[in-house]
């Protein structure tokens, strides 16, 4: 049985954080938690820029200073791979040129440690609602214009239903991205995973009828076992 969602939007925002020192790890765990946050956390920079590259989430919080990959190095990998998630930098009051180079690199913002969590939550809730709020998504030959929720492939228009709809504009959000039924079934139609319904399948199927040319498919590929990722 399908069980409702946790909030209306279906899903809270899940963020990683990437840092070494547990403690502020715990801190900033519990302050986002307690925000309406989805926290997870990782210890280095290579955990951590391999999971965000292989897990889905709204907004990344970086350390500079980290073992095994710093942080400007994670931070150039992510804005390549995934410049749609909005990534905040954490530093030292002494790290102006890291700060710089950081903004420079692709971050969307910066905090001095140390810091409030409730000012981390409020500036990650505004870089969300900024993402929320660019009108038109553009995926390869793709264009969604959200305010209007017209979708255009190759410049000709294409109807679609309301869940396709939601469905392709989280797919071009996260694309180069895999995607799972699970994920797809929390974020698009709220519920938690129920492995009795084959909807996701479904509405994919329909999705690649719909946006397919007749010299070009949907280029929405299945990844065996994990989900579906959206290409560019």
């Known amino acids: 049985m ?3 969602p946790d909030t209306e939007r279906g899903t809270d925002p899940r963020v990683l954080l990437i840092e070494d020192e547990p403690g502020i790890v715990d801190f900033v765990q519990r302050g986002l938690r307690t925000a309406g946050f989805l926290v997870e956390a990782a210890a280095d920079g290579v955990v951590g820029e391999e999971r965000a590259l292989r897990e889905h989430f709204d907004a990344i919080v970086l350390d500079l ?3 095994r990959r710093g942080g400007l190095e994670v931070l150039r990998t992510l804005s390549s791979a995934l410049p749609h998630v909005p990534v905040i930098i954490l530093t030292a009051r002494g790290e102006t040129d890291e700060r710089i180079v950081g903004l420079d690199t692709g ?9 409030a969590v409730a000012e981390l939550a409020a500036r990650l809730r505004a870089q969300l609602r900024r993402a ?7 995926a390869g030959d793709i264009e969604i214009d959200i305010t209007s929720r017209d979708v255009r492939r190759d410049s000709q228009p294409v109807r679609l239903s309301t869940k396709e709809f939601e469905l392709l504009l989280y797919l ?5 991205r895999v995607c799972s039924r699970e994920e797809l079934l929390t974020a698009v139609w709220g519920y938690r995973h ?5 909807i996701v399948d479904v509405y994919v199927s329909y999705l690649r009828r719909k946006m397919a040319l007749p010299d070009r498919p949907l280029p929405l590929v ?3 076992s994990a989900g579906y990722r959206l290409t560019e």
Do not use: I
């Open 2 to 4: 399908l069980s409702p």
């Open 132 to 138: 929320e709020m660019v009108n038109t998504l553009r």
């Open 172 to 176: 071009v959000r996260r694309r180069g």
């Open 194 to 198: 129920d492995p009795a319904t084959n």
């Open 222 to 224: 299945t990844v065996r």
């Open 65 to 67: 200073m980290l073992p």
């Open 107 to 115: 971050a969307v913002d910066y905090l001095l440690k140390p810091f």
